[in-house]
């Protein structure tokens, strides 16, 4: 899932990357990236028990940055 936020009258560019990946040992990664559209980015993986509660994990977040106007 990849969402942007722009604001030209802040001189706001902001990109939002999401993906869930299985782990070697039957758990599942949530995969963030996020930063200014056109640069590098901070990466974080949290850990889940279940692929549910990954996608739990997403869909949170998902509705997050949009409340903050990510599309």
């Known amino acids: 899932m990849h969402l942007t936020k722009i604001e030209r009258q802040y001189n706001q560019y902001r990109f939002y990357r999401m993906e869930i990946v299985p782990g070697l040992f039957g ?39 949009a409340k903050r106007g990510y599309e």
Not at 56 to 63: N, P, T, V, Y
């Open 27 to 65: 758990d599942w990664s949530l995969i963030r990236e996020w930063g200014h559209i056109g640069g590098g980015g901070r990466v974080r993986t949290d850990w889940f028990d279940s692929e549910e509660d990954a996608k739990d994990a997403r869909f949170e977040l998902h509705m997050q940055k």
